[in-house]
């Protein structure tokens, strides 16, 4: 059963709902934040323009770029008095992005997140260990208040503190876990190496996101930890987490609080809106947002939008896994290629483990791509006779069944995603693992 009755209702009853809702986001940041009325006037167009949803198309779109240009509060609808809470994301360059809410944003946060638990098939009875970061970060303090929301028991340990994780998986009893999935992978490393039975711990369910992953990654996850992973989203822009999530019936694409948060997916380049089905740059409008709303923001995620009925009952439209951000993705001469599709293939070969960085350098004008990636415990076992050493320095690249290995990988790369490159495999356990989102690329070419 879905948590709140608005996500069932009948297209017709929705559309009026966003409707209605889109109106009065857009009067308030009109009124409410000089940003917007200059921009709104540069397009010419009023808020009594937008009489309905599809009118959004005539509005202006908002990038990451206004925020940090308004840094640190100049796009509060709100002064300071009625905001309770701030947060931020790092970014890589600069100065973070602020985000901020009062306090029905607050409780609109706790309620799209306890939906989001509840398409998770959590319920009061549950134990929720939390191990995303609490701080400037939204993953913690989101799920946090969401679980609480549905009445689990909630066991805020943050990100990090590996071995105290599985310390209290084991005696807590934890049956629901939140973290990223690169570190639910370290989490089931750390718990083998302490020779850890998965049959002490009663985890059943994971909620996994904030970094890009793909369905062999979920593989991956629910045969070792023996749990069902499932893939939720969010951005601090927005909310946090509580953006979409898959429901545990189909675990096929992510629901999206649509009454809340506005979807469209348009061409990158033209800024186009594109049709349901096709594949493009995820935009959204907060419109139930009050301390900071933002109109058609533009996420930099790749996906698509499927509007077609969900087993589970639930009417909201649900958007494709995310490919990647479409600042990630990396141009290797002259093709496209995302983490995320790395990911994938290596994970088709059943001898490397889910640990794997790119590197990417310029040789002259030619860009080269190297992807190191860990064989597993077992290959090292199969391998055993011909001593190859777990030792970094002395694990022999050239060994025969490792150059198989690597052309296999390579070939597989090259037909897949159609470009060449470098495999240097690694023994287990010497690629740096993650407690928070993953660093998957090192991009050495000179700006
Ligand atoms: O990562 C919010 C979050 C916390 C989501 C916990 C899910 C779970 P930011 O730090 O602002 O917020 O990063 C947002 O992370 O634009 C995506 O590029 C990426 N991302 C988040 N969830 C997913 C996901 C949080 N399920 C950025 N799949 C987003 C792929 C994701 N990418």
Known sequence: MPWNAEETLSRPELTKLQSERLQRVCERVYSRVPFYQKKFDAMGVKPTDIKNVQDIVKLPFTKKADLRDNYPYGLFAEPLDEIVRIHASSGTTGKPTVVAYNRNDINLWAEVMARTFTCAGTTKKDVVQNAYGYGLFTGGLGAHYGAERVGAAVIPISGGNTQKQILLLQDFGSTVITCTPSFAL???????????????????????????????MRHEIEERLRIKAIDIYGLSEIIGPGVSSECVEAQSGLHVNEDHFYPEII?????????????????ITSMSREAMPLIRYRTGDITSLNPEKCVCGRTLVRMRRVRGRADDMLIIRGVNVFPSQVESVLLRSEEVAPHYIIEVNRKGRMDEMNVLVEVTPKFMEKMASKVLSTDLKDFVQEEEELVHLKREIQKNVKDIIGVNTDITLRPPNTIQRSEGKAKRVIDNRPK
Request: glycine share 10%; proline share 6%.
């Open 186 to 216: 370290y989490i089931y490393d750390v718990a083998c190496e302490m020779k850890i039975s998965l049959d002490t711990i009663k985890l059943r369910v994971g909620l996994f996101g904030a970094e890009p992953w793909t369905e062999e």
């Open 267 to 283: 061409n990158p380049e033209t800024g186009e809106q594109l049709p349901y089905g096709q594949e493009g740059e995820l935009v």
